[in-house]
């Protein structure tokens, strides 16, 4: 009985495969998109693992030498006087044609714990460790890349390091390095004293340990940024299955009830529809998975670019299966093909054995349903305008997204509605009345796909003004901010001094750019010391200021600082800053700092160099006429590595760049969230497209060919396209504005003003206006083919 | 006896309070015996056809089919007699559109777990269904509809059928064909046949003939 059953079932999904493929295709876009979200976040999470585990290093205090490596002898003096101090050195050697960061310890005294497990269990001879050529370890993929190279000690695949690191013994490193014996830092180990060892070695300094919690927060705000993104994808690919869903389940209530008319019991017909809709969502979601898995390994390279660029985490540029998020992905199928199915799962259930065998007019909504719905997302919108009024933090903000764009979409229908009955009211011809009216009539069949356009077009309207108006306040923070034409930054401070008396006579000016790195105000912050020179008082990019900042600036009185540290504390010029313990200053003005996420201030460089006379001294900026042939001199005549000295023009490209970057994912979820879109008014239009025929007919016989009516066809789903456009507009403006003066002030700690680009949204009209063309156009050409027969056919079943 | 419905009511809730479709109307159907049943539109036939189909319940009065009480049963032991038991040819119960003609007389014997190649195909062929077995519905007319829809309940060979007006859009001639088919048949399987026809030619065709009017046996 139920092979029968199903059979009977199933053979309806052979006679409808497009219908098929829409289920399947919706379901499955949607699960990719969820899940290449959740592949890129896992992959991401299981690097910062990697990277605040074994190189835990960072969680140390050091021992440097301002003036360059510490020689082995200090270290040595240093053992013997009873500190516990380990050397580490590290730099960047060019391997098989990559960059890779090698890091070399002393595998005897350094912690055991921050060491490769393999070396850590012991299971090595101390032959095999210390003769040459010696150990090393990386990455798996690392290893892969650096197979067969020539000097290389021998190699051990460690998939807890972060990719393009070698991590090795301190005297294989100074031979891969070629540096001279020297240590670059010393790390203190648990038990050292307090102070400097100046009686042992002078002139050494302690810097603190880094923390990794601020690194976690940031990368935190752009994963949950991915994961929005990926659940609005996921939310307006279940549009197009509850569509599909809905669909197949009206087109066979006729066999439903036949097949109950003929003996099958209703729980069992319940039961065989709930497998076969698992089924499906199986198949879809295990494509969907592969399809994600794609979409996740073309992204990563960008996004693995972006958190560099960006926050300085490095990821791998390759992906690796982790069978958790292919079940998350699988679960989500499966839970939105459920709850997709739920409707009409009880229609069945509650449908009477005798009522009327005519599928209804697909999902009829009622007036009063209709006010209902619009009620329900008018009720959204207010709760979450008011999720930042009741709440902060980023959860707040990304419940005021939601709030509105569920609530804007659920609104949509009953203002279509209202649009095309205006239309109606005001049509003269007869043809025209017919045409607003009959498209009010399908607005039901249709308001689902419309609410997933107006999704995709709000949050691409949303995401693109944000991202414009990013990138455009950024060029020109650029163009302010980067104020000298070439950087140059000296190997040791000796350098540095012969450096500035060289170019002295050469250069406009040379603008030191000394920092120190201090906690400010109870979080990790730099603080710099400036010059005075006009180019600061011409081009510092300054959002509020106190009268005068640059001369109280100069006069030691005051300080600036930038944007996320003034909102983070609420500073406001002319609140005192505290700089360290017992040292306050005034705030003079308060700048933008983009795309840097600590807490930095400015004082004028005589004060810095008082309060912290070990400031490293090498890094400079110039002002000069020709950059290009200065450059030149510095690396040709004066012998600086070329990676020390940069023209400004370099550095803005390269910023652009990551700035570019940092939006490609984003602007690919754009395209792909749209095309899903694209795909739910296909599917709504094809499953409509069988239903227009008893519609169609009665005109055909009054005497319009079937070329007009196609026509017609086109038309409206231009024109609905159009007005869902133009209800998106001012819903993705706000969402852009959430994005940029709520969701950003949160995540990164500065507010960018909007700037809007009418030329996008042209783009994006004409897109959307492309994607109803051609999702109508195979419904359409169907109807244009339709036998004549077809349409006598549903006279002569009206009996 | 094969059905005995004894004082059978059923009311519809309208509009403007309950309508009594059927007040008190019994009726007995032996095995071998065909009872036509007639009376004005509205007056309750097809009411009645699915109270004796299974397909729903009298507000009060009993039905024994093939000697089981089906009056109170559930869901589950309700489907059970109409698989097992009954043969329908109603105009509302279709064709499932995505089997072809084949599949679709097979359809309820499969159901019923007694599927018989033989005899089904020795039904199309009576039916004169042969040479379109493998097309589907819409691409039937509706008198060859028709004819699949009663193969289909005579395949499972059950012990009543029930039919309301299987002829009704057919031709005079095609009607008479369909119906002398229908009575050999049901002879042949010694099924009890109650047909709904508005046509007195083909009433008295039957064994027996029944006339409500109103809701009551006239
Ligand atoms: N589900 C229902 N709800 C309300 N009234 C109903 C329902 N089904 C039938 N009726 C009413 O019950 C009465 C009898 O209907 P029924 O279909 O049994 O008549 P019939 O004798 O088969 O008529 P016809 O010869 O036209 O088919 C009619 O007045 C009809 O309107
Ligand atoms: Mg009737």
Known sequence: MRRTALAALVSHWRRQKLQLFALLAGLALATALWSAVQAINAEARRSYAAAAGTLGLGSYETLVDPAGPIPVESFAALRRAGWPVTPLVEGRAEIAGRRIQVIGLEFLSAPRRNLPDTLAADTLSPAEIFLPPGIGFAAPATLRALAGQPGLPRLFADPALPPDRLFTDIAVADRLLEAGSGIDRLLLLPGAPDGLPDAVVPGLRRQPAESQGDLTRLTASFHLNLTAFGFLSFAVGLFIVHGTIGLAFEQRRGMFRSLRALGLPLRTLLALLLAEILALATIAGGLGIALGYLIAGALLPDVAATLRGLYGASLPGTLAFDPAWAASGLGIALAGSLVAAAHGLDTVRRMPLLASARPRAWAIVSGRQLRRQAAAGGALLAAGALAPILADGLLAGFALLGGLLLGAALLLPLLLSAVLALGAAHARRPLAQWFWADTRQQLPGLSLALMALLLALATNIGVSTMVSSFRQTFVGWLDQRLVSELYVTAPSEAEAERLRAWLAPRAEAVLPIWKVDLPLMGAPGELYGIVDNPVYREHWPLLAATDAPWEALYAGRAALVNEQLARRNGLHPGDPVSLGAGWQLPVAAIYSDYGNPAGQAIVALPTLLEHHPEVPKLRHGILTDDPQALSRALTEEFGLPPANVTENGRLKAVSLEVFDRTFTVTAALNILTLSVAGFAILTALLTLSSMRLPQLAPLWALGLTRRRLARLEILRALALAALTFAAALPVGLALAWCLLAVVNVEAFGWRLPMTLFPDQWLRLLLLALLAALVAAALPVRRLARTEPSQFLKVFADER | ?218
């Open chain 2, 1 to 218: 006896m094969l059905i005995d419905a004894q004082d059978l009511t059923k009311s519809f809730a309208t509009g403007d309070g309950m309508l009594p479709v059927l007040s008190g109307v019994s009726l007995t159907l032996a095995a071998g015996e065909t009872l036509a049943l007639t009376g004005e539109s509205g007056s309750g036939k097809s009411t009645l056809l699915h109270l004796l189909a299974a397909l729903d319940a009298p507000d009060s009065g009993s039905i024994r089919l093939a000697e089981t009480e089906i009056t109170g049963l559930g869901d589950r032991d309700r489907a059970a007699i109409r698989r097992e038991k009954i043969g329908l040819v109603f105009q509302q119960f279709n064709l499932i559109p995505s089997l072809n003609t084949a599949a679709n007389i097979a359809f309820q014997a499969r159901l019923a777990g007694r599927h018989d190649p033989d005899w089904c195909a020795t039904l199309a062929r009576r039916l004169g269904l042969a040479d379109m077995l493998d097309r589907y519905p819409e691409q039937l007319s509706g008198g060859q509809q028709q004819r699949v829809a009663i193969g289909r309940a005579l395949a499972p060979r059950p012990a009543v059928l029930l039919a309301d007006e299987p002829t009704g859009n057919l031709d005079e001639a095609t009607a008479d064909d369909v119906l002398a088919l229908v009575l050999d048949l049901v002879a042949e399987t010694g099924a009890g046949l109650l047909m709904v026809t508005h046509s007195t030619r083909l009433a008295t065709r039957l064994s027996r003939q029944l006339r409500l009017s109103k809701g009551r046996v006239a």
